[in-house]
């Protein structure tokens, strides 16, 4: 009696535990589900804000870019650039010297591509950028690009139009490149100094600049004075003489217009002594692309020239 008596209670006991045990499962499983069911929730409503967060962040990129082609539209330039929608920025330039961007574009083209090897690889600068128009047409061809320029609105506009055409290789530097001092770690492959020389006070200085910072390839466009000296100037005695290497025009600037230098005094040098400058600032190879009838007027009557130098 006493062990079948002892025995039943055990088996209640084991009986009531089981149950207890069942029931706390179901109740944890019960839990674990709705944790889990909150959290489905909460993971798709963050999904769904996600999503929100980068509709709203596409339609306000295109919003601003949108408004970036608004203003790139509602200002005048002084190049013709080719917009994403298909249409092309109005300019004020006279349609008879716009030609003058295309050869110049041309020559760039040419010479990259006959001259330079691998420029993908390479880096380029182009002194006096303006409004971008020459450090576009590098950052096609080179891996980066950064472009000095004086004019605070010039810059800017670079900055917009370079944004809106998607560009992403080309940096803007504002600086003074009459007084700007040589520095190792500006150097790049490629020089571009198109439009600068006959704006100077000091273009002795920019040349110098622009050959110390070029490891190989320059390309100057200016320009030129028609006048010519050759001969001998006296040195101190009248036996002691110098040759005359060549020579600079003295000519009022426009520095308070956006294509002028920095000063309202030019000298505007002669073929000559650009040639004689590039030499004897370190290009082995120096030569004047010739002209072709398809170029600006300038360049077929050698006012104006494009000059390539290499060092070896």
């Not at 950064?146 to 139009?161: H, M, T, V």
């Not at 998607?166 to 007084?179: C, I, M, P, S």
């Not at 490629?190 to 600049?209: D, K, Q, S, T, W």
């Not at 692309?289 to 077929?300: A, C, K, M």
Request: aromatic share 8%.
């Amino acid at each position: 009696m006493d062990s079948v008596t002892q025995a039943v209670p055990q088996a209640s006991s084991s009986k009531i535990a089981c149950q207890c045990s069942r029931v706390a499962t179901t109740t944890a499983l019960t839990r674990r589900s709705t944790i889990a069911l909150i959290v489905g929730l909460g993971n798709r409503a963050s999904v769904r804000r996600t999503e929100a967060m980068r509709t709203m962040r596409g339609q306000q990129m295109i919003d601003t870019s949108a408004e970036k082609l608004a203003k790139v539209k509602g200002r005048t330039w002084f190049y013709k650039f080719d917009l994403p929608d298909g249409s092309c920025t109005s300019t004020d330039y006279p349609a008879d010297i716009l030609p003058i961007h295309l050869s110049r574009r041309d020559k760039l083209t040419q010479i990259i591509r006959d001259h330079v090897e691998s420029p993908r690889d390479l880096t380029a600068v182009d002194f006096a950028s303006h409004e971008g128009y020459y450090s576009i047409e590098l950052s096609r061809h080179f891996k980066s690009v950064r472009g000095y320029e004086y004019r605070d609105e010039s810059l800017a506009a670079a900055r917009l139009i370079t944004d809106v055409l998607g560009v992403r290789n080309v940096e803007y530097v504002k600086a003074d490149l009459q007084k700007m001092e040589f520095d190792q770690g500006l150097m790049a492959d490629f020089i571009l100094v198109y439009g600068l020389i006959y704006h100077l006070e000091n273009p002795v200085h920019a040349i110098r600049l622009a050959s110390q910072i070029c490891r190989k390839h320059i390309l100057v466009e200016t320009q030129v004075s028609p006048y010519n000296i050759s001969g001998m100037v006296e040195d101190g005695h009248y036996m002691s003489l110098r040759r005359i290497e060549g020579v600079f025009s003295l000519s009022p600037d426009y520095s308070h217009h956006r294509e002028g230098g920095s000063t309202d005094i030019a000298l505007v040098p002669s073929l000559d002594s650009l040639l004689y400058l590039l030499k004897n600032f370190g290009f082995s190879e120096v030569s004047v692309l010739p002209s072709s009838p398809n170029d600006y007027e300038q360049f077929r009557r050698g006012s104006r020239v494009i000059v390539y130098g290499k060092k070896t």
